[in-house]
């Protein structure tokens, strides 16, 4: 295995695509300058809400559509202008694309047969190596029609694992599945990929899925890349509003204010005061609007009469939703913004009721009303190293 937690600014840059744009006739861009570097053996999870040019980006990799500018390497090699099967990717699709009429041993064996010249015995045992590894060698002899769809994408992995791909690239594998087998086929391909150590595009709308598998996550709106970072990163110091509230579940609080005597967000009647590691950012938005983001975990829920120590903002639960070892409640503050707030266990208090959302001065995002911007990211980007193979999604 290779050590993952291997820095990136050491890593040898295996697969990398240079301000890649894709503009399809008619005027779509769909990827619009998008510039990432993946070390050999990584784990890349492209994440982004439907339409934000995942599988465009991955297509172009593949050699399925060809930029419209920009470079895509592998191993230090331009890859415009080859055709697919001249890049030496295998590309595994949501719908998996199994030929119906061949057994699961002819679809595996397919893509073998058609750009190697090996002979049928070495096939056959290729084959056979790889059925095992994925657990199907009961099922080789089956048509697709007959094989459930966890089977089927098994079946579609390893046609592409046959091949020893130099990079392998994912396309929603999982969405047809279930959920439990969605969670269950999570962990397989993630165990498959560090056991072949191949550099892997996986593409998913799913930011739990893209937090859970991925070694870094690259965050796409609109075709351009907003954030690049370990997953945790991205959660705890997302670089705008984008990403803020797209990673996360259920999704980061954000409150629309204004900033006032250097040192506090006006929130309707409460003047919230910024933390002092905010200071220089709070002070230069003085007088501007900011958007507050407090993700659900951070407030506390206290009584009305409970003391208080910290900021609060007085607010009426509205609906509580228990959800097993945690209840998201949802409070309506007094100026009229709902938040959303998760408690440990059993709901404290029931619907109707008043309360004081405690907000820790020291567990607000703030960025910039305009832009979106985070006013006090530290620029995580591209300075991130590796995942410990031990805490897949940690940092
Ligand atoms: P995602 O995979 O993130 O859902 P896509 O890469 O499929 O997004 O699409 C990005 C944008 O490009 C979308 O606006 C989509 O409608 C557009 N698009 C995708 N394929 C084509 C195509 N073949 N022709 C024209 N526009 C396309």
Redesign the pocket.
Known sequence: MTDRSTDNTTAQTHLELQNLVKE???G?M?VDDISLSLPRGELLVLV?P????????LRCIAGLEEPTAGDILIGGESMVGRRPEEREIAMVFQNYALYPHKTARQNIGFGLRMTTDLPDEEVRNQVERVAETLGITDLLEKKPGSLSGGQQQRVALGRAIVRDPAVFLLDEPLSNLDATLRTQMRTEIQQLQRDLEVTTVY?T?DQTEAMTIGDRIAV?RD?HLQQLGRPMACYREPANRFVASFIGEPSMNLLECRVAAGDEALVGPVAYPIDDTLAAAAAEADGRDVTLGVRPEVPTLLGPEEDDSGPSFPGRIDVVEPVGERSFVYVTLDDGPQLTVAVPGRPPAREGTPVRVQIPRDGVHIFDGQTGEALHHPAHSELEGRVPTSTPGGD
């Open positions: 399809y006739p008619g779509t769909a982004g439907s339409g934000c040019g995942k599988s465009t980006t593409v709308h796409l075709g």
